[in-house]
């Protein structure tokens, strides 16, 4: 097992996690005025910037809210991740999929809605499909997989998903992804 020796510092000045200003990815650009990569000021004015500069498709992460979900269309989106992060940001309000309900009706099939996190099975595939989105991503379970197996692991991981959507779906007698409706899904009652 090889260890990385390296300071933190070397990419973290000063440890305050500023990686725009070492970052590979960032090499090139001018990010002399970067004070942070999430300022707490933020408005749709920046979303409107972005979409200007932006000559590709656009999707905005982080959507948890049909309010939002709706801004985001207003202002050029091409599509929605519903998504808190990993949890890190919000891990005390809603899940992911508790989200995707409200997302998908502010969304009403204008464009494409994913989801990420919290999806570490392939029951969590079929649940957030029979809620409305498109696709699911996933980002944990891939890096554990990477971690432990490298490449093998991460295709493991994926066989592993796949092969529990698939018999989730022959167990709901739903034959294709299409097939899979919000009609499926049992929801227990809170109170």
Not at 102 to 113: C, K, L, T
Not at 136 to 147: D, H, K, S
Not at 156 to 179: C, H, K
């Amino acid at each position: 097992m090889e260890v990385d020796n390296r300071q933190c510092t070397e990419c973290h000045a000063g440890n305050l996690h500023d990686i725009w200003r070492r970052g590979p990815i960032y090499s090139g650009l001018d990010v002399s005025h970067v004070t942070g990569l999430a300022p707490p000021d933020q408005t749709v004015r920046f979303l409107d910037r972005l979409r200007s500069a932006v000559k590709g498709r656009l999707l905005i992460k982080g959507i948890v809210t049909g309010e939002d979900a709706a801004i985001a269309l207003d202002h050029g989106a091409d599509g929605i991740v519903v998504s808190n992060h990993g949890g890190r940001n919000e891990e005390t309000l809603r899940a992911t999929i508790d989200c995707v309900p409200e997302v998908v009706a502010a969304v009403r099939g204008r464009v494409p809605v994913f989801v990420d996190g919290g999806i570490r099975r392939g029951t969590d595939i079929f649940k957030a499909l029979a809620l409305g989105a498109t696709a699911v991503g996933i980002g944990r379970p891939q890096a554990w997989g990477l971690a432990a197996f490298g490449q093998p692991g991460v295709e493991a991981v994926i066989d592993i998903l796949n092969r529990e959507l698939a018999g989730i779906m022959r167990q709901a007698g739903t034959p294709t992804l299409a097939s899979i409706t919000p009609e499926l899904l049992v929801r227990s009652r809170a109170g």
